[in-house]
């Protein structure tokens, strides 16, 4: 294909969640591709129903289009997805890396927000050009001059020029392409160098196995290749190389500055990891890409089924999702509360969130999660260190010399009125915080906080104090030092793993006589009494008794009726199953569950 540099544009599209990317890379398609509205649904969305029918996940909603200038000129405009959630930051700096420009799209009528910040400036990190857009000016509450003010005032950027379109009337959306060919620099590269290509995402596919989309920096790539994967050292045949128009078409090559996909054969997507650099096998370039760094999971819990006999299906499922996304991470677990299960990683909460959704409805399987804990790095007396990934496998706190926390930068922008119970908020999680500007009428606070105490439902809480009127972002900042204990539930005096947390001392009091006191609620009355207790390090911190009570389910049958009996003594059976031994204590699972949730009241 290798189409003169000069032609070519590569773009990303920077925005907020809601802010219209969607709409407006439809209508840019729709105008490239001069189809009207019904073929493009026709087109678009019909072949990616199909592939979806197929079960092949439409990962890269990157697209090549071709646009005629007002110069005259014909222009290839590589459009790059690029992931809108901060727990992908590292694959939206790979997208981003595969463009030399971005467009900022803002909803005039919202202005800022908290993504539009944390992406605008990756984008910024990356050099890019920017143009910024004003979305939805069609709706009365749009205020494109005061948002361009806050562009220019919280960005820094020059919003003179800012264009003012409606993704959704398609006013202004020709400019949009003008502005792209016009104001973005095409890429460099050297066509005769030898070949250096990003590989910036990857997917699986049933029937063509792993599939990459690719950016080629220099020289060029071709099928019947032999390429080398730098970071992996993998080795592989390319069998196809092509473009998304949007559906997949062949190409020749793919020549520099053009962004594309390969087929090669590989048949595990552990192999393709995103940042990775690919060249050729006998003409190696020089050095890699810099900054590879495959994307490591920080949060992690435990996911059971809650019926034991989905244990095959559950593996089943996490296996096929494991294909299609290389950070997420699944091992065996066996807990004595809640049977067999696996521990998984993920890159943050909203991808936790995610594959749990999508196990729940794509897998049809009920689970039991628990809470989430994240990744604290133990160091021992001996003088190693341990990467903890599951509370129970603390070590005794003998052995322990100190333990460090992941902390975040978290920047929230909220409305004056919610201040207050914002900075309240951060501050009963251990927050410091560092700046407190604002943004017309909105406050912008940036705050230091523990990963761990953000990960229970500092969300929620965030949603609920300010009804949903703020926007959250955060950045991972590295290991600090922290108090932090285990806290142990027990039950009859047999520890109950699924409950055990790590917390900051300080907390650790509240939390375990509140847990004690949800569980003396949760756990049905036994023949005996029951203690519920909680510990850190073997001292009782809280305790509440479950008192005993008999247990005949038959009794309040008076006499006769048999079938009645008989059915309630099934229905006893049943509800068993669901049932967790604790030495001589039954529990049911839905006082794991609800146990688990407590941080959410
Ligand atoms: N009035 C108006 N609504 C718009 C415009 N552009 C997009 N919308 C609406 O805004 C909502 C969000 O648009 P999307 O294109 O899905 O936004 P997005 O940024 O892609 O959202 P995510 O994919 O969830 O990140 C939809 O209901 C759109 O119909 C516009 O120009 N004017």
Avoid at 137 to 152: F, G, H, N
Avoid at 262 to 273: E, F, L, Q, R, T
Avoid at 281 to 295: D, I, N, V, W, Y
Avoid at 363 to 369: A, E, N, P, S, V
Wanted: proline share 5%; glycine share 8%.
């Amino acid at each position: 294909m290798t189409t003169d540099l000069r032609n070519i544009r590569n773009f990303a599209i920077v925005a907020h969640i809601d802010h219209g990317k969607s709409t407006l890379a439809d209508r840019l398609i729709q105008i490239c591709g001069g189809l009207t509205e019904r073929e493009m649904k026709e087109q678009v969305l019909d072949s990616m129903e199909l592939e979806r029918e197929r079960g092949i996940t439409i990962k890269a909603q990157t697209v090549r289009l071709t646009y005629q200038a007002q110069d005259g000129e014909t222009y290839i405009l590589n459009m790059i997805d690029t992931p809108g959630h901060v727990d992908f930051s590292y694959e939206v700096s790979r997208s981003l890396k595969a463009c030399e420009g971005s467009l900022l799209l803002v909803d005039a009528s919202q202005g800022v927000e908290a993504q539009t910040l944390a992406n605008v400036y990756l984008a910024l990190d990356h050099d890019h050009e920017i143009v910024p857009v004003l979305n939805k000016v069609d709706l009365p509450a749009a205020e494109p001059d005061r948002i361009k003010e806050q562009i220019e005032e919280v960005i820094g950027l020059d919003a003179t020029d800012a264009l003012e379109i409606s993704a959704k009337t398609g006013r202004g959306v020709s400019d949009v392409l003008e502005a792209i060919v016009q104001r973005l620099p095409p890429p460099k590269g050297d066509i005769k160098a030898p070949l250096k290509a990003l590989l910036v995402d990857s997917w699986y596919d049933p029937y063509l196995g792993v599939v990459t989309l690719v950016r080629v920096m220099e020289g060029t790539l071709k099928s019947g290749m032999k390429v080398r994967m730098l970071g992996t050292r993998a080795l592989h045949d390319v069998t196809q190389v092509g473009v998304f128009r949007p559906g997949k078409t062949k190409a020749d090559a793919l020549g520099p500055g053009e962004i594309g996909y390969v087929i090669s054969g590989i048949k595990d997507i552990a192999d393709a990891k995103v940042g990775d650099t690919i060249t050729e096998e006998k003409r190696p370039c020089e050095a890699p890409l810099e900054g590879f760094q495959p994307s490591v999971p920080v949060v992690f819990c435990g996911l059971f089924p809650s019926d034991t006999s989905q244990y095959e299906e559950l593996r089943d499922s996490l296996g096929k999702l494991a294909l299609n996304d290389s950070s997420f991470l699944f091992e065996p677990e066996v807990s004595p509360a809640l049977g067999f299960g696996f521990r998984c990683g993920f890159l943050g909460l909203l991808h936790l969130e995610i594959v749990q959704e999508r196990l729940e409805r794509e897998f049809g399987l009920d689970l039991i999660t628990t809470a989430p804990s994240v990744v604290y790095h133990v160091y021992t007396k001996n003088g190693g260190m341990k990467e903890l990934h599951n509370p129970t496998d603390m070590p005794e706190p003998t052995q322990i010399d100190h333990i460090e926390e992941p902390w975040i930068k978290a920047t929230i922008l909220v409305p004056d009125d919610f201040l207050g119970p914002i900075l309240k908020l951060c501050e009963e999680r251990r927050g410091e915080q560092i700046d407190l500007t604002y943004v017309g009428d909105r406050a912008m606070v940036i705050y230091r906080l523990p990963l761990n105490e953000v990960v229970f439902d500092f969300y929620d809480r965030l949603k609920s104090v300010t009804r949903g009127y703020a926007s959250f972002d955060y950045q991972l900042e590295g290991y600090r030092e922290g108090d932090l204990v285990k806290l142990t539930i027990m039950v009859n005096g047999e520890p109950v793993d699924a409950l055990a947390l790590v917390v900051h001392r300080s907390q650790a009091e509240v939390r375990g006589r509140a847990l004690c006191a949800k569980l003396k609620e949760l756990i049905p009355r036994q023949l005996f009494k029951v203690a519920v207790q909680a510990s850190i390090g073997g001292k009782v911190i809280a305790r509440e008794t479950v008192s005993a009570m008999r247990k005949d389910v038959t009794a309040k049958c008076y006499g006769g009726d048999a079938t009645r009996k008989r059915k309630l003594l099934e229905k006893q059976k049943e509800g068993k199953k669901r049932m967790r031994q604790f030495g001589n204590v039954e529990i049911p699972q839905s006082a794991f569950l609800a146990a688990l949730r407590m941080d959410e009241d």
